[in-house]
């Protein structure tokens, strides 16, 4: 049987979903289609690593609602982001006579939510989707909210808000997951404690490691708590609300790029976070105690605290072309106290070359 | 000056947005764009014919507000929905750094709102959106509502909800319409005054030909507040309402993809309503009385009123196809009376054949 730990709604203008989180969920996937009303054709987007070993089980709790799903693979990798693949999506599902009221099943990690998002948003104006995040990054940040996209010319260029009908979050599937990708999504885990909800920081501080499954379990509800309130505040980012979300990502987008992605996203984030938060004490907004926290919870879970041997230049030249550049601007997220973020408007290149020298 | 006849405003979950319906606004373009608080960058999608005439002036009514404009120059035709040219388009917004505060005008009829309203919808997950319909279809039904499409293997395969930000209707642009494309906006005019409205019926019974100023004024306003109306309700076509305004389009799409659009969209939506219509009559819903009516306004302005020697098979093979078949039946719908439309969830092709031959 399946163990549902929490059901966190998420209530936005354009839907209204659940995100089940729990374990052993995807055996009993049916049961959350149903409750949803979800039926007629599915297809299910994702990996052939994810395919070979969960692609039987999804399949069959499927078939047990009277219902066919057809399946699509695609190679993993920010690469399957293109226009490419996303026709090559579209054509299975014009093949097979998808139509308004069919679903797609998003099963996989960012990538594979933010393609299979974005097929969803744009098929005949917009058709079912069920998100079923398969990392802890995933789980607790892309999978909710609709921000879906692919790549042209430029990270994530084309894409849309779309939420989703439902998330399907097994913590089973964070078991096979390895150490480094685990704690690569623990970095969003973490935005969360510094941005929103500072009682995740003491868990991560206090807990034991490897952390048990109750631990994981009040994390990513937590997080998905945390996405959810601001999501509801702000769904299209348009008011200053969700982009305090984006806490470390200016500088590590720019870091991610700039290491031409050998380090991963969290990583990146985890990076970017520790040299927001130095800006923010640099520009006399943030307790210096606040970065050794940050940095500490950081280092206890394996990640990057520092930009060491990257070309500085390199990153602030992929800082220029940022979504969240207005009127020519930079934007970054600064901290006044933990759960205090504030949007600056007017970062300079300068004040961020001195702090990533430090 | 211009002259501001009326401001229909449109409340949707995901915006809110007026239709300015006037005389001479396109040359103060300047004051409804800023009255929206649109600033920054500006992109002006239309037709070469379209742009010789009118560019100048909207340019430099951008330039009024210290802000420039790029002019994409689309060929004319349904083609221009494709993949190909959306592409070259998310290229030119690419190469001139269009930001999230940027904005789309889609200047002309149904093929630049559909295509530059769904570019709009999809660069950086959204931009502003500014619809100047040049035509009266465009003017009473495309430009509100914010369906917007390409054309993929089949007609608005790859589409999307995305409502504009202000739609400015110029109703000077009418006076130099070719009367056949002119008199094929008054099918859907004709189509609203059916379904919602009947005082539009009693309008086009009565009113002098050509049509005065006033009068194309009253009828525009009137088919846009229909239109609004049923799109708060029913934004994204959900709920059995938006569906309303699908009357005489199920046979109509089928007509004009049979006549490979040698009959044009207004026209396959006349022929289609009064082959809707005698369906409503054979399945008991409505007095034949209605037919003749309808057929008599239709007729009042040039819009054809029958199949004529077109291959009905054709017709019902591209029924088969149809977005709004759901479960594989055709949905149709059909009045019991004027303004008083039903959703038909099950209706065979056997009995569309036969209306067809009648």
């Not at 104006?125 to 398969?134: E, T, Y």
């Not at 031409?260 to 984030?269: C, L, M, S, V, W």
């Not at 130095?278 to 926290?293: E, I, N, Q, Y």
């Not at 992929?318 to 207005?326: A, E, F, P, T, V």
């Amino acid at each position: 049987m399946f163990r549902l730990i929490s059901t966190v709604q998420v209530k936005t203008c354009s839907k209204c979903y659940p995100v089940y989180i729990g374990f052993n969920l995807l055996d009993f996937l049916n049961v959350f289609l149903s409750r949803n009303d979800l039926k007629g054709k599915f297809a299910l987007v994702s990996h052939k690593s994810l395919i070979d070993i969960y692609g039987g089980k999804i399949i069959s709790s499927i078939n047990r609602l009277d219902s066919d799903a057809v399946i699509i693979d695609v190679p993993e990798g920010e690469e399957s982001k293109s226009l490419n693949v996303l026709t090559q999506i579209y054509d299975v599902l014009v093949n097979n006579r998808f139509d308004r009221w069919s679903t797609i099943i998003a099963f996989g990690g960012g990538v594979i939510g933010d393609l299979a998002g974005f097929t969803a948003a744009t098929f005949m104006r917009g058709i079912n989707l069920v998100q079923i995040p398969s990392t802890l990054l995933a789980q607790v940040d892309s999978s909710i909210g609709g921000k879906v996209a692919i790549n042209y010319r430029g990270k994530n260029i084309i894409g849309a808000f779309y939420q989703p009908n439902l998330v399907v979050t097994d913590l089973n599937l964070l078991k096979s997951l390895p150490i480094r990708e685990f704690n690569s999504g623990l970095a969003e885990v973490i935005k969360y404690g510094v941005v929103v909800d500072p009682q995740i920081l003491n868990i991560l501080e206090n807990c034991s490691k490897p952390l048990p499954d109750d631990v994981i379990a009040e994390l990513v509800t937590r997080s998905c708590n945390c996405k959810a309130r601001i999501v509801e505040a702000d769904e299209r980012d348009e008011k200053d609300i969700r982009i305090m979300l984006n806490f470390g990502h200016t500088i590590g987008h720019a870091i991610e790029a700039a290491s031409n992605f050998k380090i991963n996203h969290g990583e990146a984030i985890a990076i970017g976070m520790v040299y927001e938060a130095k800006l923010s004490v640099m520009l006399g907004f943030l307790d210096v105690d606040v970065v050794d926290r940050l940095i500490n919870i950081l280092s206890r879970f394996g990640l990057p605290t520092s930009v060491n041997q990257l070309d500085i230049e390199r990153i602030l030249s992929s800082l220029r072309y940022d979504k969240k550049i207005k009127h020519g601007k930079i934007r970054l997220i600064l901290l006044k106290s933990i759960g205090n973020p504030i949007v600056h408007d007017d970062v300079s290149i300068g004040s961020i070359r001195k702090v990533l020298k430090m």
